[in-house]
């Protein structure tokens, strides 16, 4: 091989400097920085003892973990965190059997009346959650559902997004998949469970996530809804921690740090499902 | 085991009416092939015997009985689809498997019938494969064994070989018809491909816009085709079809009546072939030659109409020119131009 050979060789490998990539990645950069900067101040707050807080610092000057003892000992914390777990979980479950149950009977029946209910629930897609809140308080006050994990929990366990989205992969789904089964001798429930669920497991798994974080930090409605302390959710507690006396920093960071274990876990655990969730939902829509 | 019969059978979607009330026997172990174009209601035939499709008016008996209003579950039917139907979540094993779902066999009898069946198509060695990881021919083998191991009266195809290609579709066609020898199982079988209905079936019904417009052995169709669509439709290249006007002058024909078409196959319609005996001798411009092998299929014009004819061997005679041929005694098809019914053979 000749130098100009080895030299040309060398230059196919070489990375070139495009403007449009370093502009790309300079905001990339500027959004990653302004998206995780609060995260990391969470996380250091909740390292610093209450006489630091407002020492701005990244690193603590004097770290400790005794916010972390103080919030797991001496608050409702663990209660709230089993009181958000219970809800979130509880809440994800119903919209994965019954938007999907619901998505699945529009789009593979035809019966009359089905796109006029199709519509129908399109249409609470359009209304505000806080135009919601009056009804479903006055709903939950007739039916002495305040103060109780049932009122915290009714308003999600169906949601119109979620028959939406169902609906949607459902029609993807070939209906030959479902006449093989009938034929094969399958009841209906059946072909929708055996058969068609596991079709769509993408999109469950994104309802699935995104149900369960939009629970997990869920604050208006279960802050409405619950007065005593031991129904409280974990965002309604760590409020709780700022009363007029004082905004007491380092255990709502403390607990703010704990409370995105669980969030991050689901994250980590199921990202690939995440963001192939997005895109089928972005394709599908 | 058990015979279909279909009795006046209509299918009507809203005021548009898909299917007109036929009428067919199929016998106990029979095969037979549905064959039609597109839209001529030979999938909706299928499927109201699969129980997928309502019945809209007559009767349909599978065995003794009338089923018109059953499930297609409790039909002991099993059909195979055009796009196989496997469920993709599910290995071979299960697949297959699902089809005894609702049986009351043990698990050592599903599996001893799920290993024999997997046996039997050459499944032995996927059983634990997942559908993505097999080729098409295997994939639908696996669909084949789905409705196979239940023992079912009677296997309903709907297109099954429309997604393998060419050479993958002449295996399964013969696999097919292999397995139907063994089993004896009553067999329908829909497709829009003459090739398969000649190769597979005992016996083809030919469907157009909803009608039954022939019934009969292959050999049958192809010798006494009972109209134009039929003869045109079996048989490939298809039958050659000419105004007896355009033939007026030509040797051979005895009357020139305008109302008739003249079929000829392009097989009986030899280039260079001795005028004695022969019936009709023509002459056309070569267009184009399709070289074959042992044959050259030569497209031309006679007066005006398109004309395929045979040219024995692998030589093609130059385009433009003028080339002779000749159909012998009784392999000429004469139909009414007007109600396009076969008026016999001359």
Redesign the interface.
Known sequence: MTDTDRQEALSRYRIKIQPGRILIWTLLFIGGIVMITPLLFMFSTSLKPASDVYDLRLIPAHPTLSNYVAVLTSTGFVRWFFNSMLVAVSVTCSNVFFDSLVGYTLAKFRFRGRRFIFLAILSTLMIPTEMLVIPWYLMSANFGWLDTYWGIMFPGMMTGFGTFLMRQFFEGV?D??M????????NEF?IWWK?AM??V?PALSALAIFTFLGNWTAFFWPLIVTTSSELYTLPVGLSSFAVEAAIQWEMIMTGAALATIPTLLVFLLFQRYIVRGVMLAGVKG | MASITLEKLVKRYDKVEAVHGIDLEIADGEFVVLVGPSGCGKSTTLRMIAGLEEISGGELRIGDEIVNERAPKQRNIAMVFQNYAIYPHMTVRENIGFGLYTSSLSKDEKNARIEETGRILGLTDYLDRRPAALSGGQRQRVAIGRAMVRNPSAFLFDEPLSNLDAQLRAQMRIEIKKLHQDLKTTTVYVTHDQIEAMTMADRIVVMKDGYILQTGTPVDLYENPADVFTARFIGTPSMNMIPMAALAGKAGLPDHDPDILVGVRPHDLIVNAPKEGAILTISGQVEACEPLGPETMVHMRVDGEPVIATLPGNVAPPVGSIVECSVETGKLYLFDAKTEKGLGRK
Do not use: S, T, Y
């Open positions: 070939p030959d998949f006449e093989a089964a009938r034929v094969d001798g399958m059946v058969i596991p079709l497991a």
